[in-house]
């Protein structure tokens, strides 16, 4: 058993480089596969996409044919893809983007089920839950733009990137930790601890730089969007309070599992300690408002 565990690591030592590449590589595809080919998990369907067309034209993006819609599911606005790859991006627009103050029938004629109970739009909490859900021409804007902004600039291609750097880590971190301590003159045993320890390390390295590339992809975006006109930057605000307000209003509505979802303000609670689930929406509104207050934008 030890000669064979013996035979794999010298194995492995001497393919480590072309191992480590192909290790690399291989995590970066995955990771890019379904914004490469966003057609394969993504039905195109252009529901909505009226809302869209004048985004992608206030952008300045110079081909808009490479952006599609489909109708996506949820309460606002997704994408994939990569707008200068072959296949292009592709936005997802919700069914509550065909709703209005006057006319919220993309809303109420769906049927939510929270905790096992349909919501009753008419009643104090459905209306409150309604009136989250419909936003303004301006907030919707802000929305799909911050999108446009997200695959524009690369960010599918940044945040594909972390694992593979992060695992390029783990070699890093385990020769390092193999040379400092003199462990090449030592038993495999000895060897075998550094790995583990480069591992844990690797793990910890990934958790916090997907949180900041995460993070720094989001601000990005909303600078960027807000940074359009005035109009879209007050519609940033807006969506954003929309959100907080929708996600207070599903804490009571969920009960035990929504205090544990949600915090008071409307924020999500970290998904564990090394890793947030969301850029806190609070944190994202400040900025925008901050872009209005120094009239940046």
């Not at 900041?212 to 807006?238: C, H, L, N, T």
Request: with cysteine; glycine share 10%.
């Amino acid at each position: 058993m030890a000669s064979r565990f013996l035979k794999y690591s010298a194995l492995l030592q001497k393919y480590r480089t072309p191992l480590l590449i192909a290790s690399c590589g291989g995590v970066f595809a995955a990771n890019m596969f379904y914004h490469v080919f966003p057609d394969v998990p993504y039905r195109q369907l252009y529901q909505a996409w009226h809302q869209g067309e004048p985004v992608i034209k206030d952008y300045g993006i110079s081909s808009p044919k490479n952006f599609s819609a489909f109708a996506s599911f949820g309460f606002h606005p997704v994408g994939a893809g990569v707008p200068w790859l072959p296949a292009g991006a592709q936005i997802g627009i919700p069914a509550n983007f065909n709703s209005t103050a006057d006319d919220p029938s993309g809303i109420t004629n769906r049927t939510i089920f929270i905790n096992g109970k349909t919501v009753d739009w008419s009643s104090d909490i459905g209306s409150a839950l309604k009136e989250s859900l419909v936003f303004s021409h301006e907030a919707q804007k802000f929305a799909i733009a911050r999108e446009v902004a997200r695959l524009q600039s690369g960010g599918p291609v940044m945040y594909a990137a972390v694992a593979p750097v992060c695992l390029g880590g783990v070699w890093v971190y385990s020769v390092a930790l193999k040379q400092m301590l003199g462990l090449y003159a030592k038993p495999a045993l000895f060897r075998g601890a550094a790995n583990f320890l480069a591992l844990g390390l690797g793990a910890v390295s990934h958790f916090l730089m997907s949180d900041a590339v995460a993070k720094w992809i989001d601000f990005s975006s909303d600078r960027r969007a807000a940074g359009v006109s005035r109009d879209y930057a007050k519609g940033g605000v807006e969506f954003y309070d929309k959100i907080l307000s929708r996600n207070r209003t599903l804490r009571s509505l969920m009960g035990q599992k929504g205090e544990d979802m949600y915090a008071p303000s409307g924020n999500l609670f970290p998904a564990h300690l090394l890793q947030l689930k969301h850029t806190p929406y609070t944190s994202r509104r400040e900025g925008i408002l901050t872009l209005l207050k120094e009239e940046k934008v």
